[in-house]
């Protein structure tokens, strides 16, 4: 394995990208991630906090204690992992992990392994999805894609600019990825349009340093409108199209108690609004 | 083997290792720094948590060939106020997450020297401690300067 | 004189006849309440080499030439080796020994559960150990696997036979009673995880073993590593002076320590054997699942007349089946009773002694009985357990108890309820729960130590017990220092190895310090008596008008008065030794620890989040050595206690028997941020009956009550039953549910 640290977006030329290297160094001691050679992209991608424009390599500590960052994605960093992987981890590595789920991370051949099955949906499902875990029960992870869904953030990546819930895809039969993102296609840079109030609630199972049970995210737009989304539901973070959306989930016999919970952190996110 | 460059408590060290070794196996097997313990090995528990410039990392997890700041181990804190203060206040039992916990205490009390009960479990958070020293700890923390 | 006695010798609730040799303790106790050392807290004697990273663990041990092991483990719940090739992986690059099914104690042929070892492999690097274990060929036969316990059950699968106990009779009483109240109660699987995982290195010194290891229990280690391997006694050198966490899990070898040996024999060089993190929490052990059907049937005025249990304990493919029933068999008194216990042997990891096993499972559903049982009489909870109060165990005097004085300093805590439920809204339900505490904790002999004085005044004590994390070499110091008349920072104490000091106690059971600190009080006094039948001959005084007090050699006239250091000081670099055994445990009497805590717990029932806001503790332990390190254990154990009955869990794929929480992000551990405010007091009397001492451990007593003291709370906060641990939201709801339910049925019902 070698190492290359490049200064600009121009050298780039394959490899895997390694960021703050929390999710990427583990998952390569497991195998489940391979590479011959590492790209260190910290020399590439921007870090740090301007007007309305967040650099993808800005780490979640940084983010959690700045009074410009808004107040949804603030509380989703200051509650996210540990604070040593805060310290560690960039937004855009952030908004780029794996499921939790248990049979994924211990490399079961499931369907997002490319296998023929989702263990979880027979097996060890509790801590799993309640909307479109059909074809995969996993839940999506990430406090801050929820909050950033909900903020209405764009992404500009090394190739193209795209809403940040069109980084995000189901996994299907043809296609077991979560993220549209391209072979050595970088995330650079979150943009985040103005909102008039915003806040991320979160159900976990520990005070702190804890996964989202359930995650919520609510902010209201200058246009009027209210954007929810919620993490640990889906594979995927989840755009709510209104509370009522929630009756339409479809949870497994052990994930039935997050649509309560999820009801509940939803209104009372309203309400914070 | 490409080679490392460190920083480790003032001293600087230069050796060969593969890419892919993490910064603890470096401090633990290369330089005898065994002060900072590995208890997972995965970025869960703290044990391992080392200073890179001041912010707490968790150096199981850090490739050693990435490092890119002056680290500071237990081994460049043993003359910290935080040490008497863990000892005084009994904020040790088996001892193998201690040093860690001492590491991010002290990068806690750098940044902010009077923290909160609030503040100390936000950032000592992600310091396991299965003997559950927890309330030694934090009186440790708020008294430390004592 | 040293007396052979047959006795009955119990460590962690199991009980097994024994030959023992006990020498007499003729010191008398010393006087209740704070001396000079003892009972005053101090800080730890190895505090500064744990905080500054110097102690050395059996982890950070480095021997040249050192090699690697790594064990390849079964991926079936139950299968058997066919055919292994270890050819492929002795011919890696590194490799140079492997180990197949037979090959050293512990690799077996036929696999019981996912994970259990069948194979070995030494290699210069840990990688490549990895690597070598991924050539193995290995050829499966699949047997048929159980991982139901109650299945198992009912297929007579057990560990053992059935354990039935009955007085009185039971159905008769039931059919008598004014209110029976049943329920079934299920608890979850938990892992220890020390922190330092299960490891050890393993060297021949010509012809001696020597065994670095992570260990609660050195002398065990030494007597089954001789006995696996066929060495005599002597020829094994166990040695850990600094272990990073055990909690009843690391109190033998294990397979690790017999293939390091092995390979190390073959091999001619150490050889280290550490568990990763993944394998700890597969198979080092855990607190096992149980099912208890329970029944309780009582007076209208609160008088319990019958208890009634059925308890299934999941054990694993090994293991023992613990004393699940322990607590409903002692804390109350009760004429009518009937158990019955289930060692289900399933194809899951074997459980392992996880502090006080059985009776923190035992208790949270006795406890959780008796809350509903008040609930349904309408008698206060605290008023229940004093009216049922056990005065003596089954028919046996106790040795010491003091369990209503528990109940009484309880009393300020438990008033708080009222106030405490008053800060309940429409979301946050707030409420208080209590539950009692019953557990052994006396200790026992043998134990010996050894006093060393030196010239200059400096004792060593030394005895190849071992220091787990709890204190103990620095309330074994106190001990000595009190005895001695010495402050504390003259007395240090040597530890840690069988080649440097005597025959010492297991730290598990809560026995360490009622089992050794006799024996280093006596070991102390004896050393006293000859410094003072030293200064007797050197100053021409009688010996009895002679005493040592604050490092000085004093006649009672007053006359004399010397620095201690002046009289041992004509030794020059001889020594004074002297020695002590732990004497018997007093005859006839039952030896037991008492205690109480009182939760308080706010609760959100549109969320199902639990939060522990406050715990209130309170043991009877006997005498309190260190009052410091006392706090620190009921801490620690009320916090680990926190975390078995909100977040902690194993768990097992359904399919496989695969165990799926391996690492820490799945298996979660309270954090700091999840502590409540914990006071903990002690009755701090000693017991009169018990040793020179008067202690008895603390160890384990302070994570029994805890679950049970929760649960009782949520139902005080929200009228809501909860039969599961852990209370994770999923449950919590459930039984908000059940309880609005309920509720809705006695509404309709009243109309």
């Known amino acids: 394995m070698e190492l290359l640290r490049p200064s600009s977006v121009e050298q780039l030329d394959g490899g895997l990208f390694l960021h703050g290297g929390t999710e990427v160094v583990p998952l390569l001691r497991d195998g489940i991630l391979r590479a011959e050679r590492l790209v260190d992209v910290r020399g590439v991608v921007p870090r740090g906090i301007g007007d309305g424009v967040v650099g993808a390599g800005t780490t979640l500590a940084e983010l959690e204690v700045d009074p410009q960052v808004p107040d949804a994605l603030r509380e989703a960093c200051r509650l996210a992992a540990s604070p040593q992987l805060r310290a560690m981890g960039s937004l855009g590595g952030n908004l780029l992990q794996a499921t939790r789920c248990w049979y994924w991370r211990l490399a079961y051949p499931c369907r997002l392994h490319g296998g023929e099955r989702c263990h979880a949906r027979e097996g060890e499902h509790r801590e799993h999805a309640i909307f479109a875990n059909d074809f995969c029960a996993s839940a999506h992870p990430s406090d801050v894609a929820a909050a950033l869904v909900a903020l209405g953030a764009r992404l500009r990546t090394s190739r193209r600019e795209l809403a940040v819930e069109e980084l995000y895809r189901l996994p299907d039969e043809a296609d077991r990825r979560t993220t549209t993102l391209e072979e050595g296609e970088l995330l650079l840079e979150v943009e985040l349009p103005p909102v008039e109030a915003s806040v991320y609630l979160k159900a976990m199972d520990r005070a702190r340093w ?60 309203l309400a914070a609004l | 083997m490409p080679e490392v460059r460190l920083t480790v408590n003032g001293e600087e060290h230069v050796l060969d290792a593969p890419v892919g070794t993490s910064l603890a196996a470096v401090l633990r097997e290369r330089l005898g720094l065994t002060g900072t313990k590995v208890a997972c090995n995965e970025g869960h528990c703290g044990a391992c948590t080392v200073q890179v410039d001041g912010v707490p990392r968790l150096s199981c997890i850090t490739l050693a060939h990435a490092v890119d700041g002056e680290v500071t181990t237990i081994e460049g804190l043993r ?68 | 004189m040293a007396r052979l006695i047959r006795t009955e010798k119990e460590v962690e609730g ?35 080499a744990r905080v500054r990273g110097e102690a050395r663990y059996t982890a950070d041990l480095r021997f040249p030439g050192m090699l690697q092991a790594a064990l390849l483990r079964s991926p079936h719940a139950h299968a058997r080796v066919k055919r292994i090739d270890l050819a492929p992986a002795l011919a890696l690059p590194g490799v140079r020994a492997a180990l197949g099914p037979g090959e050293a104690p512990g690799l077996v042929e036929e696999a019981g559960f996912v994970g259990a070892p069948v194979a070995a492999v030494a290699a210069d690097f840990p990688g490549q150990a990895q690597r070598a274990l991924d050539a193995l060929e290995v050829e499966w036969e699949i047997l048929d696997a159980v991982l139901d316990p109650e299945e198992a059950v009912a297929r007579g699968q057990l560990v053992g036979e059935p354990r039935r106990n009955e007085r009185g009779d039971v159905d008769r009483a039931l059919a008598e009673a004014d209110v029976v109240v049943e329920a079934t109660y299920r608890t979850q699987a938990v892992l220890h995880n020390s922190l330092e995982t299960h490891q050890a290195i393993c060297q021949w010194v010509g012809d001696t073993l020597e065994v670095h290891i992570s260990t609660q229990y050195v002398w065990g280690v030494r007597a089954e590593v001789a006995a696996q391997l066929g060495l005599p006694a002597d020829r094994v050198r166990v040695v850990c002076e600094y272990m990073g966490g055990g909690f009843g899990s690391k109190n033998g070898p294990d397979e690790y320590t017999f293939a390091a040996a092995e390979l190390a024999r073959r ?43 059925e308890f299934t304990n999941s054990v694993g493919w090994s293991g023992w089946s613990s004393y699940t029933e322990g607590p409903m068999q002692m804390l109350y008194a009760c004429e009518n009773l009937r158990t019955v216990t289930y060692g289900a042997k399933v194809n899951t990891p074997p459980m392992k002694a996880f502090r006080a096993p059985g009776f923190v499972e035992g208790t949270f559903g006795l406890e959780c009985l008796l809350d509903e049982l008040a609930a349904r009489l309408d008698v206060d909870p605290l008023e229940l357990r004093r009216r049922n109060y056990a005065h003596a165990n089954d028919g046996t005097p106790f040795s010491s108890k003091n369990l209503e004085e528990c109940y009484r300093l309880a009393e300020k805590h438990w008033e708080r309820r009222h106030e405490v439920r008053a800060r309940s809204d429409a979301v946050w339900k707030h409420g208080v729960g209590m539950a009692s505490q019953i557990w052994f904790g006396g200790g026992g002999p043998p134990s010996y130590a050894w006093a060393r004085v030196g010239s200059d005044g400096r004792v060593a004590i030394v005895t190849a017990m071992q220091d787990i994390g709890t204190g103990t070499r620095t309330a074994m110091a106190q001990i000595a220092a009190e ?140 005498r309190i050595v260190n009052p410091l390190g006392a706090a620190s254990q009921v801490e620690g154990g009320i916090i680990q206690g926190v975390g078995h009955t909100l977040s902690e869990q194993r768990l097992l794929d359904p399919e496989t028997g695969a165990v799926l929480t391996t690492s820490l992000d799945a298996y979660r551990m309270p954090t700091m941020a999840d502590v409540p405010e914990i006071v903990s007091e002690f009755v701090d009397r000693p017991d009169e009956h018990l040793t020179s001492l008067g202690s008895k451990g603390l160890g384990e007593p302070p994570i029994i009550p805890v679950a049970a003291a929760i649960a009782n709370a949520i139902r005080d906060a929200t009228g809501a039953d909860v039969h599961e641990l852990p209370i994770s939201r999923e449950e919590m709801l459930r039984a908000l549910e059940a309880a609005t339910r309920r509720e809705r049925r006695g509404a309709a019902a009243a109309v």
């Open chain 1, 210 to 269: 804890s996964f989202p049970q359930v995650g919520v995210a609510a902010a209201r737009h200058a246009d009027g409108t209210t954007r929810l989304a919620l993490a640990g539901v889906a594979p995927i973070p989840w755009l709510l199209d209104g509370p009522d959306a929630l009756e339409s989930a479809t949870p497994l016999e052990r994930t039935e108690w997050k649509v309560p919970v999820a009801r509940a952190l939803v209104r009372r996110a």
């Open chain 2, 79 to 146: 003359e910290h106020p935080l040490v008497d203060a863990f000892v005084r206040c009994d904020a040790v039992q088996c001892g193998f997450c201690t040093p860690g916990q001492v590491v991010s205490a002290a990068a806690l009390v750098a940044a902010n020297p009077a923290p909160s009960r609030d503040e100390i479990r936000h950032a000592m958070a992600g310091n396991i401690c299965r003997c559950g020293t927890y309330p030694k700890i934090e009186e440790a923390i708020l008294t430390w300067r004592d």
């Open chain 3, 14 to 48: 199991r009980f097994e006849e024994v030959w023992l040799v006990v020498e007499e303790d003729a010191l008398e106790q010393w006087p209740a309440g704070p001396l000079s050392v003892v009972g005053r807290p101090a800080t730890r004697k190895s505090g500064p």
């Open chain 3, 267 to 309: 091999t001619g060089r150490p050889v280290r054997c550490a568990l990763t993190r993944r394998e700890e929490n597969v198979h080092a052990g855990n607190r096992n699942a149980t099912i208890q059907k329970l029944t309780v049937g009582a007076r209208s005025d609160g008088t319990i007349v019958a208890l009634a249990g």
């Open chain 3, 483 to 622: 005895e001695l008349g010495l402050p504390l920072d003259r007395v240090d104490v040597v530890l840690g190895d069988t080649a440097r000091g005597p025959y010492a106690s297991i730290s598990a059971g809560s026995s360490t310090t009622p089992s050794m600190g006799p024996a280093v009080r006596a070991a102390a006094a004896d050393a006293k008596r000859r410094i003072l039948e030293i200064a007797a001959q050197r100053y021409h005084l009688e010996e009895r008008v002679l005493e040592l007090r604050d490092g000085l050699v004093l006649s009672r006239d007053g006359n004399l008065s010397v620095p201690v250091e002046e009289v041992v000081g004509l030794l020059e670099a001889a020594q004074i030794l002297g020695k002590g055994a732990r004497g018997p445990n007093p005859t006839g009497m039952s030896v037991l620890t008492f205690g109480v805590q009182v939760a308080e717990v706010a609760v959100d029932v549109e969320t199902g989040e639990v939060r522990v806001l406050r715990v209130a503790a309170i043991h009877d332990v006997g």
